[in-house]
């Protein structure tokens, strides 16, 4: 069985996905591999343009929800980058690192924002 938090946290996402406006859901998936460990994995569509790609891995450590890694990316409708968040350790100059923050021309300093931010 789930653990209450990471089940509590994936239905308060799959709940504010419900009411965006004009979002097609392309893929949803809630990888389960331990009562305590999930890989989520969304793939939205905006407007019928704009493509977010979500891929979290979460797992329940000193009984809070925590992040082994993440990946928030939003294009247009050309197929460009408007932005990504993710924490790959590729910029160990940054003071955030290994979060970070992708714009068109630049990486920046950025710790992870929330998920339902991104959403919204």
């Not at 392309?26 to 977010?52: A, G, M, P």
């Not at 009984?63 to 408007?82: A, G, S, W």
């Amino acid at each position: 069985m789930l653990h209450n938090l990471l089940s509590d946290y994936l239905n308060q996402i799959e709940q504010r996905i419900i009411f965006l406006q004009n979002t097609y859901v392309e893929r949803y998936q809630e990888e389960i591999l331990t009562s305590k460990r999930v890989n989520l994995r969304i793939r939205l569509r905006l407007n019928q343009t704009h493509l977010l790609e979500i891929n979290e891995a979460i797992i329940i450590k000193d009984n809070q929800v925590k992040f082994l890694d993440y990946r928030y990316h939003f294009q247009d409708e050309e197929n460009k980058l408007v932005f990504r968040y993710d924490s790959t350790p590729h910029f160990p100059n940054l003071s955030t690192f290994p979060h970070h923050k992708h714009l068109p021309n630049e990486v920046i300093s950025s710790q992870k924002p929330d998920i339902i931010q991104v959403l919204t």
